[in-house]
């Protein structure tokens, strides 16, 4: 199967990681990723703060490339999976504002191809067992915690797939293959703070020390998350957290991305482990994962 | 503490409050101040107003009030509230347009910081087409005035080679300057949307 691919700014530098094992995942799952090109950023939460239709220009230049090519589109990033679903969702229903977006960007965008999340562009591509069939390392001893975030399964005015928003499954389901243990917990969908981690840090802060020690509860050895703002969000201030709150965390935080081409066979050098802010190699070493 | 003639707030508040439901589709008379967006909201802790006191501050018509509120700003749009709120209202949307709305009007948000953010942010798409939090963090500390901000986690990210100096561009800068041009004629026209 083959997918537009909308990797999305923050895959090209602080979320690196995620971008090679995506495609990395992709590969060995015989997924076709055709990479948009020349794309834009999809304008985050800032362009739907500031105007009414800056966010459906900025996806629509995006999503009729793919759509020209009659592809969905799998999109790593939850914060352009939400910009660029709840755009052409609302695009394909309303012809009246997709006539306005189509004057402003100069084209004929149709709205006819559908975003997905990587994570469900790979169920879809795959299925859960081709995705279980690939392991080629079962990733026991590891105590996953899977952290979704707010952004993939809450969209209005209508969900796009059919996780529960309070308690969706589908990321628990894919580590499950791995052979991960996949524990359960209270905060699959709080969110971390999102846009807030440059202007209000108290906030991440306040919200990631909530998070974390909702997985701690839970007995967690990691967390997995598909997210690059709450994956930096949640690992990035854990010491200062652990200042500010008195405690003492240290919970690697991966992509699921990355537990999956661990035990896809990748090495730990490929994949870039060493590019996190909490060590994430000794928890690995224990458990003779690398 | 100030006194406030409602059923006058409420009447001279009809047109702002019919225009806050058209453009953000959100019908606020729905809501019965239950209080649950209140007790899942992440940011109320840190804000002036919990949703549910904005709502019932609109339904009071104390309009000025909500568009001078932090509450607006701070909100993440993460529709925790949303998902469970009884009459399904879609506060983060409400809260977008009481952003644009605030901002249009000129009043002086307290929330600066979020503001440049994001005024930064969609600079850097018009000229650029992409965002690196490089160029991102440089100008924040900057216009700020925090040149030591977070400077500790830089010297790691470089190395990690998560820090990209040089801006990537991209090539169709003219199509993205098109959008932002296109939009701005469309509001200095008066377009209703």
Known sequence: M??????????????????????????RLEIELWEIPDWNCCGALTAQQNDYLLPFALAARNL??????GLDVAVPCSICYKQLAAARFR?????????????????????ANKPYTFLESIIKGAGIKAIKNAVAKPLTGLKIVCYYGCSTVRLYPQSLNNENPENPMMMDQVMEAMGAEVLPWAAKTECCGAGHYMAKPEIINKLGNDIISLAEAANANCIVTGCPLCQNNL?????????????????????????????????????????????VLPLLDEKRLV | MEQVELNIACRAAEDD????????????????????????????????????????????????????????????????????????????????????????KGFLTSEKEINIFGDLFLDLIEKKGRVTKARLALGFNLKTHQPFKDLNYYPKLFFMGKLKLLPTKVKGTAEIKRIFTKIREFKNKGGKH
Not at chain 1, 64 to 69: D, N, T, Y
């Open chain 1, 2 to 27: 083959k997918f537009a691919y909308f990797p999305g700014c923050a895959l090209q530098s602080s979320a690196k990681n995620y971008d090679y094992t995506a495609r990395a995942v992709a590969r």
């Open chain 1, 91 to 111: 695009l394909a229903e309303d012809e009246t504002l997709r006539g306005k977006i189509n004057e402003i960007i100069g084209r004929n965008y149709n709205a």
């Open chain 2, 17 to 104: 409050l019919r225009e806050i439901q058209r453009l953000s589709e959100v019908d606020i008379n729905k809501c019965y101040q239950c209080g649950t967006c209140a007790a899942g909201c992440p940011v109320a802790f840190t804000s002036d107003y919990n949703p549910r006191q904005i709502i019932r501050m609109l339904q009071l018509g104390l309009v000025e009030d909500v568009l001078r509120s932090k509450m607006i700003w701070m909100c993440i749009g993460c529709n925790i509230c949303t998902t469970r709120c009884p009459r399904k209202l879609n506060i983060p949307r409400l809260n977008d347009t009481l952003r644009i709305m605030s901002k249009d």
């Open chain 1, 235 to 279: 690992e990035m201030r854990q010491g200062e957290m652990s200042k500010i709150y008195n405690v003492k965390h240290s919970m690697p935080v991966f992509f699921f991305t990355e537990l999956m081409a661990l035990a896809y066979g990748l090495s730990a050098k490929e994949i870039g482990f060493k590019n996190h802010f909490v060590s």
């Open chain 1, 64 to 69: 009729l490339k793919a759509e020209k090519e």
